[in-house]
């Protein structure tokens, strides 16, 4: 749940005496809700927060409600180029804080991404360049095979839980056959380490889903090949694809045949689960809880085989 701020007028003859008067703006946004996923922690508050506050170049004071510790403390490189304040837990306030301008929430055009139409001074690629300033990224572009000595780098973001790509050892096996270095991980733990690691490669291959969102930290340039489940191709486009494109990664996606989809041997081909416009009318819980919550998925090595040379031919003709 996220708190609701309430924003009311008072005359000035009865407005209460500020006890601490500041001289700069203040925005006020919460770290509830899904925060805690990267992808929410990206989409639902870092970008907006980018763009709301970037404007100030650090002379603004971020008033939080619903603090979380561990997220503030999980992004605080981040924080601290935004802001050059100590961050306000207004849940501990007992004081009248006065402003002379305050932006209560925060701007949000796109999933994962900035309109340019919107906000022309801004864009998702000032963002990425901001997070390999933060991070101190070392590459900030993927320049082809030009080194023949280092074999371009794949990596594959391993799920434990839902979606897992359940032959992932044997497309890692495929990838190299194909020519990539190829490391296999499962995201999370300190964010700068994630980010530099992540940083380091040339093509990223996941299943949807929020280790998705670490292509932020990818050089422009880069490859990212979402394997799309049955059923989530919309949400595929909508969170991963079109932000991809406007970061000025190259895009490619392997579509899960019925056959490549755990579901078939939960529930059988003939089964209504197959039949997606039955599934979208029973409403999001009920798709959620089949498509993202139930699926796993196997992809035939032969298909993906062609994924895989077209990103290695992307990468060398950069």
Known sequence: MIKNINITYQNPNTTPTCTRRFTDPAVVFSTGGYLGNP??????????LYLTSRQFNTTVIFL???MNPWWISKYKPILNMLSKYEIIDMANQNEVLCFPRIIAGLKSHKVLSIDKSISPNYSITHFTKFLKTTYELERGFVGGCKNKSRRPRLLIISRQRTRRLRNEYEVAELARSVGFNVSMREMGGDVSSVARFVNDFDVMVAVHGAGMTN???????????????????FNAKDCFENSSRDMNLRYLEYKVEVRESSLVEK???GSEVFDLQSLYNKGWNVYRSIYLDEQDVSVDLFRFSSTLLEAMELVCNS
């Not at 992808?39 to 907006?48: A, K, S």
């Not at 292509?215 to 191709?233: D, W």
Request: proline share 9%.
């Open 39 to 48: 992808f929410h922690d990206f989409t639902d508050v870092l970008v907006p």
């Open 267 to 269: 529930y059988g081909v």
């Open 64 to 66: 939080v409600v619903d």
């Open 215 to 233: 292509m932020v930290f990818l050089p422009e340039n880069a490859i990212v090949v979402q394997i799309v489940p049955f059923g989530v191709e």
